[in-house]
């Protein structure tokens, strides 16, 4: 089993900026790939970024450019650093991780799930 924790979420204005940690803990393994969702009220979770065990990255279009993620597997630790933000942002962040996973942008493909933090942008 593994377990996620994600922690960084909060308000803040649109144009700041923002940095999500997920903390693994249990079974935990570099060899993981690992993701970062998002859900806003009334619509599907959908797919922000992913990074490969291999530390090869994938960004969702809308975030190209503005998110970064990154990892230290020393520290069993993920993160997002999340720049010029936007209203359309607000959103519950989830992070994933899974030692399988070959469609990185693919939510049902990834097993463990944190239990989400919330960032709120404000116009």
């Known amino acids: 089993q593994v377990q996620l924790v994600e922690s960084g979420g909060g308000l803040v204005q649109a144009g700041g900026s923002l940095r999500l940690s997920c903390v693994a803990s249990g079974r935990t393994s570099s060899n993981y790939n690992m993701g970062w969702f998002r859900q806003a009220p009334g619509k599907e979770r959908e797919f922000v970024a992913a990074i490969h065990w291999s530390g090869s990255t994938t960004y969702a279009d809308s975030v190209k450019g503005r998110f970064t993620i990154s990892r230290d597997n020393a520290k069993n630790t993920m993160y997002l650093q999340m720049n010029t933000l936007k209203p359309e942002d607000t959103a519950v962040y989830y992070c994933?991780?899974?030692?399988?996973?070959?469609?990185?942008?693919?939510?049902?493909?990834?097993?463990?799930w944190g239990q989400g933090t919330q960032v709120t942008v404000s116009s």
């Open positions: 994933a991780a899974d030692p399988s996973v070959r469609a990185l942008r693919n939510r049902y493909e990834y097993h463990y």
